[in-house]
């Protein structure tokens, strides 16, 4: 939303602030509305202020003098919010995975009241799974990398504490209960005086709703925005919610902060590891020139490349202290934000979501090198798990997985290292500067961070938002728009879906709604499952007629027939293709299974990427960092069989979405967002749950078994596993023995045997063909002393045909290399015929090139005429055509070469 937009709002609502802002804590206290004297912008105090409390009307004074009593640490901070909330009535609820699976439009969940907005028929809603209830929720947010380490105030993760109420009959709160908590909360729990604490009037703008908020500030900084979202749609187009939501975030990075009064947030939110770290890492800590420092760029704006740091100080002296330490909050921020986002199952990568992964782990890669800290990724993870554990025991779970992936992003960046050291002496040789395109392809392409660029002195400085520039591509939307549905359907029911109902029905009566461009059936009721969730649709017969295909658009099932046998108005007796259904049912079944058994067996991060269900076979993408090797695919496929064998219970169940997501978790979204109240769960028990709408077996046993045909890669982080289940999978082993029947047969040799026999036979080919090189070289040496009789004068040069039958191309390259230089004026063409293609190889000798005989252009000349084609450079031209016309040929090629030379 547009800034405009936003200021446009925020006068209407400031304009009425009785309606909007005026909360009973207000007049009770006493506050008197105010409006700053520097920007405009209305707010609420109880001390005697002209400005605002946001920068630049006010800068931070909490520095070296925080207004509480007592000093807390960044944990301590979220149990005493935690104990003050659940006290008050609320619950406290654990927090959501940062990978955020559940609204389609985001890849990381990047605020609290994320968690418990769903869309519905293109609309947003909300749902509280507790209310009213508290959350420690970890946001990820990758527009500002470069101010992260930097500014004191920006991550890349933060805990977002997020309060959330909605208010209706006995349940929840609204605005004056809301602010009332904040402030009692700041007052009480955390000891600042009630003089200190300022609400702003603000708005806010978000995904299919907006309202109003009070921000709540103390000595300049923003500790918390209640947001009281109350429309849904966007300004000029609102309807008032039913059901209001009390949205407000506060940071707790923040909340420790303003008690502690450091020189960065950084110094809080880290106090369980920093002060281990800077003395293992040899960093001074120098508080009193940092909050001077601090004290006066705090509340800045950071720009790439720029430092906030006046004239006149010792610039230098003060940088080198003060870069290693930035460098190091850096290098905590993204080594935590990793530590949550691989636990959660996210991957890095080129691609979407996972390429700002990759971003902050490269840049904390390429930060440990610069200032030679003496400290691992995986040593600062352990810190990290630890530290945080009162608050996300959950972490140690996924400890391994985390420790595993970033040793392999490490190999990798390692394995690219090399190459990136040859780019860089390279582009030093380079006279002109890089543009800032190269600087972006160098780092998307090459992986070479702009830093390495200054280090190198091959640009003066990271280009002005560097970052922003290369990962706002990637941060966001993921939404394919939704196609312009192909027919009116107007007026037309849902069609009842009897597949859902019950799955062997497979012959029904149904009456015949619409037919729609004299081919698309409609029907009131069906047993034919559309193609929908990567399968295949089912066919059969509607009448006489035979269905070709079926599709869903909206709710309104489509069968596309050959010839209609019935008109509208009809009763038609329906009958779907059994044998097809079951191949498309053990296929869908089998994708489930090979699913769980990628995910036991590689790692947490294997999740369901997309997959296609077909009547021979199926695929499976799912994400992992490498190429599967056979050891792997084979381990995969026996695991996926043992489930097969013991036969587990497929169960399915439609379920309201939040109890689904309560009982089963985000897991269940592999096939992507499921857009509707009720989810349907298809549960192999003990195995693998996922909403899923497609047609499945009701025991495990009835897939047969699973044969993996192959795997490749299909895009970085992305593998792909074919396979067939049940007859077709038989099928395929049955083939694949038939080849080997075939084979044996030939060789005449035992199938067992085969490999054994085709291994010697190699090897003696390979044997035969050195023999056969070396017999030759001793005939070509022969043949040369002959060459000067045999070859045939044209003007100053020598041609020698050679078309002797049962000599083939290797003899012709032998002895032509060695005859052209022995002979700079000969040209040698020899004619071949090799597995019944004719083969034309031609060498051209230095004299000969420098008279005009050009190897290519004539091999490429000679080859026309038997119907081929050809070419080279000037020395050696080879091409080939049909092999019947080779004596003509022959005849021709003096012709051809005196052509070439220039006629008579
Ligand atoms: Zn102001
Ligand atoms: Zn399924």
Redesign the pocket.
């Known amino acids: 939303m547009a800034e405009k937009d936003k200021e446009e709002l925020r006068r209407k609502f400031s304009a009425d602030p009785d309606r909007y802002y005026k909360v009973e804590l207000f007049t009770r206290e006493g506050f008197s509305r105010r409006r ?1 004297r ?4 209305y707010f609420w105090t109880l001390g005697d202020r002209e ?2 409390p ?1 920068y630049p ?2 800068t931070y004074t909490f520095l070296g003098d925080p207004p509480t009593k007592r000093r807390i640490g960044y944990v301590e901070a979220w149990k005493l919010i935690e104990s003050f909330f659940v006290e008050r009535g609320h619950a406290s609820i654990k927090r959501y995975p940062v990978v955020c699976r559940w609204r389609p439009d985001l890849y990381f969940t990047v605020a609290s009241i994320v968690n418990f907005q769903r869309v519905e028929g293109g609309r947003v809603v909300f749902e509280l799974p507790a209310n009213p209830l508290i959350v420690p929720q970890i946001c990820l947010r990758f527009n500002d990398i470069p101010s992260v380490g930097v500014t004191g105030r920006h991550y890349t993760s933060f805990c977002m504490i997020g309060q959330h109420s909605i208010p209706t009959d006995g349940q929840g709160y609204w605005k004056d209960r809301c602010i009332e908590l904040d402030f009692e909360l700041l007052v009480r729990a955390f000891g600042i005086p009630k003089e200190e604490v300022i609400f702003l009037e603000d708005v806010w703008l978000g995904y299919g709703a907006f309202g109003y908020s009070l921000e709540y500030h103390v000595r300049g900084l923003e500790l918390g925005n209640a947001v009281f979202t109350e429309f849904l749609g966007d300004p000029s187009n609102a309807v008032e919610m039913k059901e209001k939501v009390v949205d407000m975030g506060a940071g707790l990075e923040r909340f420790s902060w303003i008690s502690t009064g450091k020189p960065t947030s950084y110094d809080t939110t880290f106090d369980y590891v920093l002060p281990k770290l800077l003395d293992r890492c040899k960093v001074e800590y120098d508080e009193e020139l940092l909050l001077r420092y601090y004290k006066q760029s705090a509340g800045f704006d950071y720009a790439e490349g720029k430092t906030p740091i006046k004239a006149g100080e010792e610039v230098d002296a003060l940088w080198r202290k003060i870069e290693p330490l930035q460098a190091l909050y850096t290098l905590l921020d993204h080594t935590r934000t990793l530590t949550f986002a691989i636990a959660d199952g996210g991957l890095p990568s080129n691609v979407a979501g996972g390429y700002n992964l990759r971003v902050i782990l490269r840049r904390a890669l390429s930060i440990l090198e610069r200032f030679r800290f003496d400290i691992t990724l995986g040593e600062l993870i352990e810190m990290h798990i630890l530290g945080l554990a009162q608050i996300y025991p959950e972490l140690s779970e996924h400890r391994d997985e985390v420790k595993t992936i970033l040793s392999v992003e490490e190999q990798k960046y390692l394995k690219t290292k090399e190459r990136i050291a040859k780019i860089i002496e390279k582009l030093k040789r380079e006279s002109k500067p890089l543009t800032e395109e190269r600087v972006i392809t160098l780092y998307e392409s090459e992986g070479i961070q702009p830093e390495e660029l200054v280090k190198h002195k091959i640009i003066s400085a990271v280009p002005e938002e560097f970052y922003k520039k290369v990962t706002e591509k990637h941060l966001g939307v993921r939404v394919a728009q939704p196609e312009k549905p192909r027919f009116d359907l107007n007026g037309i029911p849902p069609t009842h879906l009897l597949y859902y109902v019950d799955e062997r029905m497979l012959s029904f009566q149904a009456r015949v709604l619409k037919i729609l461009e004299g081919r698309y059936v409609i029907l009131d009721r069906t047993a034919f499952y559309p193609r929908s969730g990567g399968q295949e649709p089912d066919l059969g017969t509607i009448g006489l007629s035979r269905v070709i295909d079926v599709e869903k658009q909206g709710q309104v099932v489509l069968h596309l027939v050959d010839k209609p046998s019935f008109k509208e108005g009809d009763v038609v007796d329906c009958s779907v293709d059994e044998e097809r259904r079951a191949r498309l049912t053990r296929h869908h079944t089998a994708t489930h299974i090979v699913n769980g058994a990628a995910r036991r067996l590689l790692g947490s991060w294997v999740w369901q990427h997309s997959a296609y269900k077909d009547v021979d076979r199926a695929r499976l993408d799912i994400t992992h960092f490498e190429h599967l090797s056979d050891e792997q695919l084979k381990a995969i496929e026996d695991l996926a069989n043992r489930v097969v064998r013991a036969n587990l219970s497929v169960v399915k169940e439609t379920l309201p979405r939040g109890e689904a997501e309560a009982k089963y978790g985000f897991r269940i979204y592999q096939g992507g967002v499921v857009p509707g109240r009720e989810v349907r769960i298809v549960n192999i028990i003990d195995w693998d749950v996922e909403a899923c709408g497609g047609t499945h077996c009701n025991s495990t046993g009835e897939v047969g078994y699973i044969k993996i045909l192959r795997s490749e890669r299909i895009q970085d982080g992305v593998e792909r596993i074919e396979f067939a289940a049940g007859a077709p999978a038989v099928e395929y082993a049955q083939k694949m023995e038939g080849y080997v029947k075939a084979v044996a047969k030939i060789l005449g040799a035992q199938e067992d045997k085969v490999v054994q026999v085709v291994d010697e036979l190699k090897r003696g080919l390979d044997e035969a063909r050195r023999v056969k090189r070396s017999i030759a070289k001793k005939l070509v040496n022969l043949e040369l002393k002959q060459i000067a009789q045999e070859a045939k004068p044209i003007k100053n040069l020598m041609l020698k045909l050679n078309d002797e039958p049962g000599l083939d191309d290797e003899y012709h390259i032998l002895f032509g290399e060695a005859a052209i230089s022995l002979y700079p004026n000969l040209i040698y063409i020899g004619l071949a015929v090799v597995n019944e293609r004719a083969k034309v190889l031609v060498f051209s000798g230095s004299e000969a090139v420098k008279s005009g005989v050009n190897a290519g252009l004539l091999a490429k000349a000679l080859s026309k005429q038997i119907g081929g084609s050809g070419g080279g450079d000037a020395k050696f031209g080879q091409g080939g055509g049909a092999a019947d016309k080779v004596k003509e040929l022959s005849a021709k090629v003096e012709e051809i070469v005196r052509e070439m030379l220039g006629g008579e």
């Open positions: 700053c520097g920007c405009g912008r400005f605002c946001e009307c006010s």
